[in-house]
T-cell receptor, first 115, second 112 residues
Framework: NAGVMQNPRHLVRRRGQEARLRCSPM?????VYWYRQLPEEGLKFMVY????????ESGMPKERFSAEFPKEGPSILRIQQVVRGDSAAYFC?????????????FGNGTRLTVT | GDSVTQMEGPVTLSEEAFLTINCTYT??????LFWYVQYPGEGLQLLLK?????DKGSNKGFEATYRKETTSFHLEKGSVQVSDSAVYFC???????????FGQGTTLQVKP
């Protein structure tokens, strides 16, 4: 059973370009969470999605950031007009949410560098 | 809102030393508690969890007990190895969404 797959592993963008980060959850998992990790910091929650629905986007910046999890295909985190402060590691996690304490399973992340 | 506080690192120990990483939380209700470990360049891996008061989670020699009275979930290991060097994150699970709220992480370095 493949784990959570994220691609690309590394992404370099110039200021003003768009970044698209992809996440394929584990088989059978319909709940996806995105987190951002800044250098030397912990993980900050960004958004929680179920198939075709955004459930909680309380951690998403109000502008330039969006996320989707379509019926078919991976979840996408999209950052428009990137700035240097967007440089970070972005992690996706998935869960089946079949029990109270269903753990989140994390991918290896996408490391975004904005030059 | 809910939050998690971990002891600051880095923590540097010699091989076979005893490890404690403190973690306390603030939450409404009774969240589930987790410890995750992150090795360099990788994502987070679940280390152990506890779902209710007095539960003890354990895995690979690591243990943590859910203490409701002190709102704590300290991580312990009796004898660390060089291979335990990593960043350790304490987290609580928000009941209605399942999202995890993380502490800032504690870097552990074990020297031979």
């Amino acid at each position: 059973n493949a784990g959570v797959m994220q691609n690309p592993r590394h992404l370099v963008r110039r200021r003003g370009q768009e970044a698209r980060l992809r996440c394929s959850p584990m088989k059978g998992h319909s709940h996806v969470y995105w987190y951002r990790q800044l250098p030397e910091e912990g993980l900050k929650f960004m958004v929680y999605l179920q198939k075709e629905n955004i459930i909680d986007e309380s951690g998403m910046p109000k502008e330039r950031f969006s996320a989707e999890f379509p019926k078919e295909g991976p979840s996408i985190l999209r950052i428009q007009q990137v700035v240097r402060g967007d440089s970070a590691a972005y992690f996706c996690a998935s869960s089946p949410r079949t029990e109270k304490a269903s753990p989140l399973h994390f991918g290896n992340g996408t490391r975004l560098t904005v030059t | 809102g809910d939050s998690v506080t971990q002891m600051e690192g880095p923590v540097t120990l010699s091989e076979e030393a005893f490890l404690t990483i403190n973690c306390t939380y603030t939450a409404t209700g009774y969240p589930s508690l987790f410890w995750y470990v992150q090795y360099p360049g990788e994502g987070l891996q679940l280390l152990l969890k506890a779902t209710k008061a007095d539960d003890k989670g354990s895995n690979k020699g690591f243990e943590a007990t859910y203490r409701k009275e002190t709102t704590s979930f300290h991580l312990e290991k009796g004898s660390v190895q060089v291979s335990d060097s990593a960043v350790y994150f304490c987290a609580l699970s928000e009941a209605n969404t399942g999202k995890l709220i993380f502490g800032q992480g504690t870097t552990l370095q074990v020297k031979p």
